[in-house]
């Protein structure tokens, strides 16, 4: 968990405690169908049972031990209502049944719209979500240690972005949990 590619990609960034993801993401891979069936299929049971299982996985290792909330990356509110869910939604609710622990929805939103990220390059992910999201209630988060979760990371800039939102609160740590990384 400490020399992973993952944690890596952070390093300088921001300062996460942690960082793992359950799967490696391959272009035209069974992950690749997985998220597929997960984010536009409507199959949110797979977000479900990957959260399910990897639950499992970080609740007993002793890096992970300490998180105290789970927060998903959200979705603007249209495209939420658009897709009906949000996937990471989805993977944050399998993580909370097998490790025990809430998960928040609502204190990190996302304030407006922005375009897909997937013809960006690493740069213009950055600039695209920079200013995006918010913090509805700092008091629910104060002093806490967040596993943010995502269902897939590429560059990492919404992760980066969400987690110095979540930082900019007195006290908090955060740790980060994805279903899939990838790397370009």
Not at 124 to 132: A, P, S
Not at 172 to 184: C, D, G, H, R, Y
Request: contains cysteine; positive net charge.
């Amino acid at each position: 968990f400490d020399e992973n590619a993952l944690n890596k990609l952070f390093w300088g960034r921001v300062n996460v405690q942690h960082a793992a993801a359950f799967y490696d993401f391959k272009k035209e891979g069974k992950v690749q169908n997985l998220l597929h069936q997960l984010k536009y299929k409507g199959q949110q049971q797979v977000g479900v049972k990957v959260g399910n299982l990897y639950g499992s996985e970080l609740l007993s290792n002793e890096k992970f031990a300490s998180v105290d909330l789970i927060i998903p990356v959200p979705l603007h509110p249209d495209k939420q209502k658009k897709r009906g869910y949000n996937q990471s939604e989805c993977f944050a609710k399998g993580l909370s049944q097998t490790m025990h622990l809430p998960y928040d929805s609502e204190t990190l939103i996302r304030s407006f719209a922005s375009e897909t990220q997937t013809k960006k390059s690493k740069y213009l992910r950055w600039e695209n979500v920079k200013t995006i999201f918010k913090i509805t209630d700092t008091e629910k988060i104060k002093g806490k240690h967040i596993l943010l979760v995502d269902d897939v990371i590429t560059t990492g800039a919404t992760i980066e972005s969400c987690a110095q939102h979540l930082l900019s609160v007195a006290e908090t740590k955060v740790s980060i949990a994805a279903i899939a990384f990838t790397t370009l």
